[in-house]
């Protein structure tokens, strides 16, 4: 990833374990990290990152300089909604791709996304707006990811799937070329995808079988 073009400071939103990572992909891209913002009183108080404030904090501070965020939050729910809550205050979002990151010339890739080390997305791949592509994920050629969903570690997909808005796709799952995942589902650690996957459910196994189904945030 080369540098971004940056305004303002740039500030990690979420100082979890995840936060923590994507503060380090971003000093690995030479980007100065001002600090974090964190929601959890707890977390403000007890981390040893450098937590600058709250959202407050942050609509306070856009309202009167520029202020780019990255996003580092997990849980896809709750970072659909601190991204739209920054997009309504004029926070940039920042796109955060690590060097060891492989990304087609041909991919489009929205703004809030991180993608980890060593993950890769092929040709003519679409990943949408604060989605997660996680350590050595692979999206192969023509897929397309939707918001803020998450791609775990060593998750792969092949040709031609469907990430549909806010899924989960577990550490090592598999997912063959052309299937359907539906919005707001989620596939188990390990699982394979050999057929496709309704809204809102959650699936194991090889091949993937539906465990239970969601009552959905969507």
């Not at 806010?166 to 299937?179: E, F, K, N, Q, R």
Request: include cysteine.
């Amino acid at each position: 990833m080369t540098k971004p073009a940056i305004e303002g400071q740039v500030i990690v939103y979420g100082a979890s374990g995840h936060g923590k990572v994507v503060a380090d992909i971003l000093r690995a891209c030479s980007v100065e990290v001002a600090g974090f913002v964190d929601d959890d009183p707890e977390r403000r108080g007890g981390s040893e990152s450098k937590i600058l404030g709250d959202g407050q904090w942050l609509a306070a501070r856009a309202a009167q300089k520029p202020v780019t965020v990255a996003l580092g939050i997990g849980d896809n729910a709750t970072r659909r909604a601190i991204a739209h809550r920054c997009i309504a205050t004029g926070v940039q979002l920042l796109t955060v791709v690590h060097p060891a990151a492989t990304i087609s010339p041909s991919a489009k890739i929205f703004p809030g996304v991180v993608v980890m080390a060593s993950a890769v997305v092929n040709a003519d791949a679409v990943i949408g707006l604060g989605a997660i592509i996680n350590t050595a994920a692979i999206v192969e050629h023509d897929c397309h990811v939707g918001e803020f969903a998450h791609l775990s570690p060593r998750t792969a997909i092949g040709g031609n799937v469907e990430v549909g808005e806010l899924s989960w796709l577990g550490i090592g799952s598999t997912v063959i070329p052309g299937i359907k995942i539906g919005t707001a589902s989620i596939v188990g650690a390990g699982a394979t995808v050999v057929q496709d996957v309704d809204d809102g459910v959650i699936v194991i196994g090889t091949p993937a079988r539906i465990l239970r189904r969601l009552q959905t945030r969507t």
